[in-house]
């Protein structure tokens, strides 16, 4: 989703942390993150034949493995594959090696993750949410179309450009976890100043015949901020990674007509200790009682629209490499890759 038009040059990487959070306190254990750098992405990428695709509009990032990472672009157009050198305290250097590949079919892909083993048949397979049908396609290699995951029925009414934003692979590799950005309209109100809105976290088995999960989030309202212009305010999930121990890190990001233009956080949820709200067709917001509790992890405000976020390597000086892609923000500026650090809780919070 492209939110409001606004300055989104990344300013210096000045972050708050927010350490604890709300629940915070007590037996859950939450990861500490701070900012090791950014760097620049590419104004275009090539593909096999020779021709350049822009590289704007990313909004999803995807380990897979070594130096290696994957984004998709909400543009529709291609997703690529670039090599990113990190530090061993997780600084990083230049984005190099960015190969793009084309999709046969347009949508509005909004995130990505490679096949498991189950599901590719040979290398190169990946799953990409896209939030106009909205959908779970897998795409070869070529980035043809080769099937699909079943989606939730609940979902097809989703507001439009506020579908499936995020995924990411379930531990275990037996499925994805994917969220829609907004409420459904049957769920709730969309944000406004002051109020958050409240989506379905979901739970997909790569087997049709498995049941799902599905689990209700509640977002912060859009964050505090000098307006400079009217417009409305946003404040959804946009991107999911896992935990080694089944935890979800959940992102959220707000934007408005203001300064600064964009805030993000990432909370951390157990979804195994959420009630499943599969069998609740309609009203989440008026359903506190089944909300998931998080935990902040982590806030900050870079001046730039962080989209997408994945976990990799594990850092020599310490601690878990976790990277973030930041778009364009809908105007023409450039897209960035945004590292944290992210270290093992405090014994003592």
Not at 104 to 124: K, S, T
Not at 128 to 152: I, N, Q, S, Y
Not at 236 to 242: I, N, Q
């Amino acid at each position: 989703m492209r939110p409001t038009r606004g300055s989104v040059v990344c300013w210096a990487l000045a972050a708050v942390l927010g350490l604890g959070g709300p629940g915070a306190a007590g037996a859950t254990a939450v990861p500490r993150f701070e900012v090791a750098g950014s760097v620049r992405l590419p104004d275009e990428a090539r593909t096999a034949d020779g021709s350049t695709v822009p590289v704007t509009g990313v909004s999803g990032v995807a380990w897979l493995g070594g130096d290696r990472w994957v984004a998709v672009m909400d543009t529709g157009v291609a997703w690529f594959t670039f090599t990113l050198a990190l530090d061993p305290d997780g600084t990083p250097h230049d984005v190099t090696d960015v190969c793009a590949v084309r999709f046969a079919e347009r949508h509005d892909y909004e995130d990505v993750v490679p096949c498991p083993p189950v599901l590719a048949r040979r290398a190169g397979h990946l799953i990409v949410c896209e939030e106009d049908t909205p959908a779970l396609r897998v795409v070869d290699a070529a980035g043809r179309p080769v099937g699909g995951l079943a989606v939730p029925a609940v979902f097809t009414a989703c507001r439009p450009n506020r579908g499936f934003e995020a995924l990411c692979r379930a531990a275990g590799g037996t499925g994805v976890w994917t969220a829609n950005e907004e409420a459904l309209p049957g769920d709730g109100p969309s944000p406004r100043p002051g109020a958050g809105t409240v989506v379905r976290i979901a739970w997909v088995s790569l087997d049709a015949a498995a049941p799902g999960r599905q689990i209700a989030y509640a977002t912060d309202p859009p964050h505090a901020c000098v307006p400079f212009a009217a417009g409305e305010a946003y404040s959804g999930v946009v991107a999911l990674a896992v935990l080694e121990d089944g935890r979800l890190l959940v992102l959220e990001r707000s934007a408005a007509r203001c300064l600064p233009p964009f805030e993000n956080r990432i909370y951390v949820v157990d979804p195994a200790a959420a009630p499943d709200v599969t069998t609740l067709a309609a009203g989440l917001a008026t359903r506190p009682d089944v909300h998931a509790a998080k935990h902040l992890a982590w806030r900050g405000a870079l001046g730039c629209n962080i989209e997408g976020v994945a976990l990799g390597p594990a850092l020599a000086a310490g601690g878990t490499a976790v990277v973030a892609v930041a778009d364009s923000g809908g105007i023409d500026a450039p897209g960035h890759v945004v590292v944290l650090r992210m270290q093992p809780a405090a014994t003592s919070p």
